[in-house]
């Protein structure tokens, strides 16, 4: 079975608008993390938020905020105010274990995002 | 200059060829992995190290070996390269606090 689900292999988005990635997750571990990353057209891999599985709220890092359902096991990444260099592939990506099992991240197939002007 | 740095960045190679991606860091970190991308699949775990002198297979280990020659060094190695290895090949780090730092990837073809 996947361990990391991204049903959307891509999607436009208007420019200023916000869009919600999603990412479904499958694991028997209480301890695990969740990582999202953007990879544009230059191909480096850019980490752009983190939540636990512990973590009491919803992770925030500026324009960029985690929709974490931990009963549902999704973890949505939601951009705000959509700008044209969004335009990338992202990742979801899981560890399983705490911190220090290590990161052996499993990554999602990804979603391209294309912001439209 | 990046924290993590691989080199070649772009490599074409033939069948059968031995080749080896390097990758350097000055994160200071002792955990450090090599994952490989194919499209549509996202990232895949090929090999990891918590030390030096601590080297575990990942998901996609076969047809591939590792060095740690250094705490700031890894290798990837092809021993013999097939074209269904062509695909692109990050090295990253990791701190304690769970934030992994990829280097900017090696594109290897295999004709």
């Known amino acids: 079975a996947q361990k990391i689900t991204q049903t959307q292999p891509g999607m436009f988005v208007q420019e200023k608008e916000a869009v919600t990635l999603d990412c479904t997750y499958d694991t028997s571990d209480p301890s695990y993390g969740l990582f999202w990353y953007k990879q544009p057209s230059s191909g480096e891999m850019i980490f752009l938020i983190y939540?636990?599985?512990?973590?009491?709220q919803n992770a925030t890092e500026g324009r960029y905020s985690l929709n974490f359902q931990k009963a549902r096991k999704s973890a949505n990444l939601v951009i705000s105010a959509s700008q044209l260099g969004d335009s990338a592939m992202y990742f979801c990506?899981?560890?399983?274990?705490?911190?220090?099992?290590?990161?052996?991240?499993?990554f999602g197939g990804g979603t391209r995002v294309l912001v439209k002007p | 200059d990046a924290d993590v740095t691989q080199t070649p960045r772009n490599r074409i190679t033939k069948t059968g060829k031995r080749i080896m991606l390097e990758c350097s860091q000055t994160k200071g970190h002792d955990r450090m992995y090599w994952y490989r991308q194919d499209p549509g699949l996202g990232l895949r775990l090929i090999y990891y190290?918590?030390?030096?002198?601590?080297?575990n297979k990942g998901e996609i280990s076969d047809g591939y070996s590792v060095s740690r020659q250094a705490q700031a060094k890894f290798s990837l190695s092809l021993e013999s390269a097939i074209p269904n290895q062509t695909a692109l090949y990050f090295c990253?780090?990791?701190?304690?606090?769970?934030?992994?730092?990829f280097g900017e990837g090696s594109r290897l073809t295999v004709l």
């Open positions: 190290s918590f030390d030096v002198k601590d080297i």
């Open positions: 939540q636990g599985s512990y973590d009491q």
């Open positions: 990253a780090t990791s701190d304690l606090k769970g934030k992994l730092f």
């Open positions: 990506a899981m560890r399983e274990g705490g911190r220090a099992a290590g990161n052996k991240l499993t």
